[in-house]
C-alpha cells in the first residue's frame, strides 16, 4: 500500500565504475606501471595481474601490459603493495601536473 | 473479542493481527514481557514469522532494516537506554526510508539507572526522522500498532509506537482485540515500492558526495541534501495521512477520531494542560475536579508528536488563556521539549496564551494527582508566568 508519490529521493545505485563520482580528484599520488618490470608486459602472457585482482575500484584492466583509469584511480596504493616485482611506482600528483600543466 | 490483558500483550497483539513477518528484539525492561508474547505467538504457529534472536538492539534494528529492505513487514520494540544503543540505525532506518514499526516502552534513561518511566528516550529520538505515536491506554496500543504499519508502508518512514512503561506496559485493562478478517481488510500485504533483489545487484545508502552527480547509467542522482530534505517534505506530508488512516480505522473498527490530539473538555476550556502519554488520561480527573471548582479547565494528550501538528495544536489553543504543559522529560539545560515546540507553533499566529512548563515523574517519580490539581490550579489563577523556565513537581530537595 506505499504511496508512490512519498520516498521519491533514495539513494540506491546500480554497482559499477564510479558510482561515487569521479573518485581520480582525490588522489595525492598517482601509480604509475613501469612496463619494463611488469610480468604480463615483460612476458606477453596473461600472468600475474594482482594490480587488476587488488584494485579495490576495479580501475586496473586485465590487459598487456595493464593500464589504469585515473579518472577513477583513488591513488590507494593497493596496487602497488601488491605488486611482486614493484613494478608500480607512486608518483607525486603535484609535480605531476605541474609538468601537464 | 474484548480481553483484561496487560499493556505489552496488547502491543504483541496488534503485532501478530498486523502479520508482522520478521521481528527482532532484545529484552528489556518494561518492554521484555511483550518481545517474550511474540516469541510465543511465532513458537505455536500462531503467526507466521521468523522471529530472530539478537545479541542487541542495535542488532535488533539492523535485522530490521534488512528485512525491510527485502520487502518484509518487520518489527521491534525497545525501552530507555536499549534505544540509545540502536541509535545510528534508528536514524538509518529513517534516511533509507524503511517502514519499520517500534515499540518504545517509555522508561527513564540512566545513569543513575532507572527501569522505571519517564518519556527521556523516545523524546530524546524526535530529531531521527520517525513517526512517533504515543498511546494512552491498552485499546490506544493495540489500535495504534496496527495503523502504525499501514502509515509507514504508506509515507515509507518507520514509527515508533510509544507507550508508558508499567503505567502501561505491566497494568490490566480490558480491551477489544479487533477480528483478524478487518484487520486484513484494514492492513493489506506490505507491497514495498522496491525490494532488494539478488537478481539485480544494487548499492542502497553507500555513500553520497556533498553535490548531486551522475549514477553509473549516467542519470542525475539525488545528493544528501535532496534525499534528506525529501525526508523532511514526506514527514510533513504524512500529518495527512495520519489522519485519513485515523478516518479509514474509524470506518472499519468504529474507534478513533483523534489522530494528532485527544481532546477532554477543551471546547469552552480558557486554561488547557497538555502531554503526552497516559499522564492525560489521569488529568480528566483533575479537570473534572476544577470544572466542579468552577475554573474552565481542558486536558489534550498529544497523539503525534513527530512530525508536529502545529495546525491542529494551535486550533486547540487559540481560545485559551492559558496553556500548561506538563512533561516526563527535559531538554536538559533548556526546557521541555513539547514546551518549546508549543511556544513556537504559537508565534507566528495571533493567539498568545500563557505558556507554563512542568516537569514531573521523571525515573517513575510517582505523580500525585492531588499534586496535579494543585499545579493546574495554581497554574491558571496565578495567570501568566514572569519567569520561562520549568518548574518542577514532587522534587524533594
Ligand atoms: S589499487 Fe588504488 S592506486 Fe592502484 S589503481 Fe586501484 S585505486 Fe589506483
Ligand atoms: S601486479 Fe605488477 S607485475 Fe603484476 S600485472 Fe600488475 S603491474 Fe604487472
Redesign the pocket.
Given at each position: 500500500m506505499s504511496d508512490a508519490t512519498f520516498a521519491c529521493k533514495k539513494s540506491h545505485s546500480e554497482p559499477g565504475p564510479g558510482d561515487a563520482g569521479k573518485t581520480g580528484s582525490w588522489?595525492v599520488l598517482r601509480?604509475i606501471i613501469n612496463v619494463n618490470l611488469c610480468i604480463p608486459a615483460k612476458t606477453n602472457k596473461m600472468a600475474c595481474f594482482n594490480?587488476w585482482l587488488?584494485?579495490?575500484?576495479g580501475?586496473?584492466t586485465r590487459t598487456i601490459p595493464p593500464t589504469?583509469n585515473y579518472e577513477?584511480?583513488?591513488?590507494?596504493?593497493?596496487?602497488?603493495e601488491e605488486c611482486p616485482v614493484a613494478a608500480?611506482q607512486?608518483v607525486e600528483e603535484t609535480k605531476l601536473i605541474k609538468k601537464e600543466k | 473479542m474484548h480481553i483484561i490483558e496487560s499493556g505489552n500483550v496488547a502491543a504483541a497483539s496488534g503485532v501478530k493481527l498486523a502479520r508482522a513477518q520478521v521481528i527482532a528484539a532484545y529484552p528489556i525492561t518494561p518492554q521484555t514481557p511483550l518481545t517474550e508474547k511474540l516469541s510465543e505467538f511465532v513458537d505455536a504457529g500462531e503467526m507466521q514469522a521468523e522471529y530472530i534472536p539478537v545479541e542487541s538492539e542495535h542488532s535488533a534494528l539492523a535485522v530490521c532494516i534488512a528485512a525491510s529492505s527485502t520487502g518484509a513487514r518487520a518489527f521491534t520494540a525497545t525501552s530507555a537506554n536499549g534505544l540509545l544503543y540502536m541509535v545510528e540505525q534508528v536514524h538509518w532506518a529513517a534516511g533509507a526510508r524503511l517502514p519499520i514499526v517500534m515499540c518504545v516502552v517509555n522508561r527513564g534513561i540512566g545513569a543513575p539507572w532507572t527501569v522505571w518511566n519517564d518519556h527521556q528516550d523516545s523524546i530524546s529520538q524526535r530529531d531521527a526522522g520517525w513517526i512517533q505515536l504515543y498511546a494512552c491506554d491498552h485499546q490506544q496500543i493495540i489500535d495504534t500498532v496496527i495503523q502504525a504499519f499501514l502509515l509507514a508502508e504508506t509515507v515509507s518512514i518507520p514509527v515508533m509506537v510509544c507507550y508508558d512503561g508499567y503505567l502501561l506496559s505491566h497494568t490490566y485493562m480490558p480491551f477489544d482485540v479487533p477480528d483478524p478478517d478487518k484487520v486484513d481488510e484494514f492492513l493489506p500485504a506490505f507491497k514495498p515500492a522496491y525490494a532488494l533483489d539478488p537478481k539485480q545487484p544494487a548499492n542502497l545508502n553507500t555513500v553520497t558526495l556533498p553535490d548531486i552527480r551522475p549514477d553509473v547509467r549516467g542519470n542525475l542522482a539525488p545528493g544528501y541534501m535532496e534525499i534528506r530534505h525529501n525526508l523532511h517534505v514526506d514527514l510533513r506530508r504524512a500529518i495527512d495521512k495520519v489522519a485519513e488512516i485515523d478516518a479509514r480505522f474509524q470506518k472499519i473498527f468504529n474507534r478513533g477520531g483523534h489522530p494528532f490530539i485527544e481532546p477532554y473538555c477543551c471546547e469552552d476550556a480558557d486554561f488547557i494542560a497538555v502531554c503526552l502519554g497516559s499522564l492525560s488520561y489521569q488529568l480528566r480527573d483533575v479537570v473534572d475536579e476544577l470544572r466542579e471548582e468552577g475554573l474552565k479547565a481542558g486536558v489534550a494528550g498529544l497523539r503525534l508528536y513527530r512530525p508536529f501538528p502545529e495546525q491542529a495544536m494551535v486550533e486547540l489553543l487559540a481560545k485559551a488563556k492559558g496553556v500548561v504543559v506538563f512533561e516526563k522529560a527535559l531538554s536538559y539545560g533548556n526546557q521541555g521539549a513539547l514546551f518549546t515546540d508549543i511556544k513556537a507553533a504559537l508565534y507566528p499566529g495571533p493567539a498568545r496564551p500563557f505558556v507554563k512548563n512542568f516537569i514531573l515523574g521523571l525515573g517513575g517519580r510517582e505523580i500525585k494527582t492531588a499534586d496535579l490539581l494543585k499545579t493546574f490550579r495554581e497554574a491558571c489563577t496565578q495567570g501568566p508566568a514572569s519567569i520561562d523556565t520549568p518548574q518542577w513537581i514532587g522534587l524533594k530537595l
Open positions: 588522489r601509480p594490480c587488488y584494485c579495490p575500484d580501475v586496473v589504469i577513477y584511480c583513488k591513488g590507494c596504493e593497493i596496487c602497488a608500480i607512486m | -
